[in-house]
C-alpha cells in the first residue's frame, strides 16, 4: 500500500474519533457544571487546559466563558482541533483515498460533515446533550460500516490503529477532565455531590454500565481502574493499546512481543507498562501526573509511527503541530 493511502486512512480515523471524543469531554463538562451550579462558570477554563488548546483560545476568545467555549471547541474554523474542523479534515482525507474506501463510508463521512455544518448556523446549544449525542451516534455509524464494508487488510488495520491511539489519548483526558473540575470546596470529596460528578464521567465515556456490572457501586480508584488498565473494555487505555498493537503487528508482519521499527518499539513498551501497571503506583505517583505522561507517551508513539510508515523528511515540529490536542 502506498504510504500516501495508508496516511489518509490512519488520520481518516483519527479525525472522526477525536471529533467524537471532543464531543465526549464537553458534555461531560456540561453535566458536571449543571451539578455543581454555584461554580459552574468556573468550570469551561479548566475544560480548554485539558484539551491542550488553551494558548490559541486564549488569542481568540481570552475569557472562558460556556458560549465561547463550545464555540471555541465545536465550530470554529480556526481551531484545528474543533469538531467542525476535525470532521471536515476527515473528509478531505476520505476524498484523497475514494477509491481505497467503500461507497458507504463515503456517504456516511459526508452526512456527518453537513450536520456539523448545518449546526454551525442551526443548532441551539441552550441544551446542547442531544447534539452530542449526534455526534457519537454519526461517529459510531462511520466505525460500524468501515468495519463491515471494507477489507480488513493494511488500510482497515492503520484506520483502526489510528482510531485506537486516539481513543487511548482522549480517554485519558476525559478522566483528566474530572481532575481539573472544581468542588465548592475539599469538604465534597467523597461526597454524593463528588459520586454524581464521577458518574456523569462514567457516562461521558459510554462505560457507566459497564462498570456498574463489573464493580457496583461509585468508587473512584475501580473507575479509573476500569478507564486505565482494563483489557476489555473497548474505551478503556489499556484495550486501546493492546488493540493498536494488534493492528501494528498485522501491518509489519511481526509476531507478538518483537519489532520491525521504531513505531513498533514504541508502542509495545508503552502496551508492556500498561501490561504490568498497578493502582497504587499510579495514584502514589499523582493521578493527573501518570494520565499528563501518558499523553505524551501516546504522542510520542503517533510521531514514531509518523516517520517510519508515512513521512521520515517530516520535521519533529510539524508532527507534534499534527498531533497535538
Keep these: 500500500m502506498l504510504s500516501r493511502v495508508a496516511n489518509s486512512i490512519y488520520w481518516l480515523s483519527r479525525y472522526i474519533e477525536r471529533a467524537e471524543n471532543v464531543a465526549r469531554f464537553i458534555d461531560a463538562n456540561y453535566h458536571m457544571t449543571l ?13 480548554i487546559n485539558t484539551t491542550g488548546d488553551h494558548e ?3 488569542k481568540l476568545y481570552g475569557q472562558a466563558n460556556r458560549e465561547n467555549a463550545i464555540e471555541f471547541l465545536v465550530f470554529d474554523r480556526k481551531n484545528p482541533n474543533s469538531i467542525f474542523s476535525c470532521v471536515r479534515s476527515a473528509r478531505e482525507n476520505a476524498r484523497s483515498v475514494r477509491e481505497y474506501i467503500s461507497s458507504e463510508m463515503w456517504e456516511q463521512i459526508n452526512t456527518f460533515y453537513l450536520m456539523i455544518n448545518d449546526a454551525a448556523r442551526e443548532v441551539s446549544m441552550d441544551l446542547p446533550h442531544q447534539f452530542f449525542v ?9 466505525i460500524g460500516i468501515t468495519d463491515s464494508t471494507m477489507d480488513h487488510g493494511e488500510g482497515w488495520h492503520f484506520g483502526r490503529m489510528g482510531r485506537m491511539l486516539e481513543r487511548a489519548d482522549k480517554t485519558s483526558r476525559i478522566l483528566d477532565v474530572k481532575y481539573f473540575i472544581l468542588l465548592p470546596s475539599v469538604d465534597y470529596i467523597g461526597s454524593s455531590y463528588d459520586n ?24 473512584p480508584k475501580k473507575i479509573v481502574e476500569f ?19 494488534i493492528s501494528m503487528n498485522n501491518i509489519t508482519g511481526s509476531p507478538r512481543g518483537h519489532f520491525a521499527n521504531g513505531a513498533e518499539q514504541s508502542m509495545g513498551r508503552l502496551l508492556s507498562e500498561f501490561n504490568f501497571a498497578s493502582m497504587d503506583e499510579i495514584f502514589t505517583h499523582g493521578l493527573h501526573e501518570y494520565l499528563d505522561q501518558t499523553q505524551t507517551r501516546i504522542n510520542a508513539v503517533g510521531a514514531a509511527i509518523q516517520r517510519s510508515f508515512f513521512s521520515p523528511q517530516k520535521s519533529e515540529t510539524e508532527t507534534s503541530a499534527q498531533l497535538n490536542i
Design 35 to 47: 451539578d455543581i451550579p454555584d461554580s459552574a462558570s468556573d468550570q469551561w477554563q479548566p475544560l
Design 56 to 58: 490559541l483560545f486564549q
Design 227 to 245: 478507564l486505565l488498565l482494563d483489557k476489555n473494555f473497548p474505551r478503556a487505555v489499556h484495550y486501546c493499546m493492546i488493540t493498536a498493537t
Design 196 to 219: 454524581i460528578l464521577w458518574g456523569a464521567l462514567l457516562r461521558s465515556a459510554s462505560a457507566f454500565e459497564m462498570y456498574r456490572k463489573r464493580h457496583g457501586r461509585i468508587d
Design 134 to 142: 449526534n455526534i457519537m451516534n454519526a461517529s459510531h455509524a462511520f
